[in-house]
């Protein structure tokens, strides 16, 4: 049974680039490695109904916080499986977010760790426990400054047609307040051990040791 090892971060952080370099060092080791990003849009119908909402192209359902949550649950329901399978045949199974996004975002909607909500509660209910996706054995909180983040997702927004901000992403008070959250919940260990790492001032990140056991 292999390890599953989710990378969490904002928009913009750079959570990409940090998988990629994850990838090559562990299969560098001689390990097998497998990766997956969330939301699956273009490949699960629920993270292509929440893409829509976030957009403003399904009414008022990204005025919810708990209808978005539950469209980006799904999703994960959807792909538990393929994820089990991929840890029985892999060392590594490497996540590019997964369930503690889920709680960030939503908790940051409802006024973040200045506001506790039981809403982490709730999502680590619904996915982990109702909907049985697989428990991570490691998270890793890419904690790039917001500001940073925030320009690197303008910027791709701008080379990118099918990029362009979706209502997260364009709230730069709820960015702020996301990046709290996850701080919060990497310091509260939710779901397993968190490891957080902080860019340098050029961008680089000092990749994480033994992550993977």
Request: hydrophobic share 45%; net charge negative.
């Amino acid at each position: 049974m292999g390890r599953l090892i989710v990378i969490e971060g904002l928009d913009g952080s750079g959570k990409r680039t940090l998988a990629e370099a994850l990838c090559a060092r562990w299969r560098a080791e001689g390990r097998t490695v497998a990766s997956m990003a969330f939301p699956r849009y273009g490949a699960d119908v629920h993270a292509d109904l929440v893409r829509d909402a976030l957009y403003g192209r399904l009414g008022d359902l990204s005025d919810s916080v708990h209808g978005p949550a539950v469209l980006f649950a799904l999703d994960r329901r959807a792909a538990a499986e393929e994820i089990r399978n991929l840890l029985d045949a892999h060392d590594v199974v490497l996540l590019d977010r997964y369930v503690a996004s889920n709680a960030a975002y939503g908790s940051a909607r409802l006024g973040g760790p200045d506001r506790p909500t039981d809403f982490p509660e709730w999502v680590r209910a619904l996915e982990i426990d109702r909907f049985g996706v697989p428990v991570p054995d490691r998270q890793i909180l890419l904690g790039t400054p917001v500001e940073v983040a925030a320009r690197r997702a303008r910027d791709r927004a701008g080379e990118q047609q099918d990029r362009a901000l979706d209502r997260f992403e364009a709230d730069a008070a709820l960015q702020h307040r996301t990046a709290a959250m996850y701080r919060w919940l990497a310091g509260a260990n939710y779901l397993s051990p968190w490891t957080v790492l902080t860019p340098d001032a050029d961008g680089s990140v000092s990749l994480p040791v033994q992550v993977a056991g």
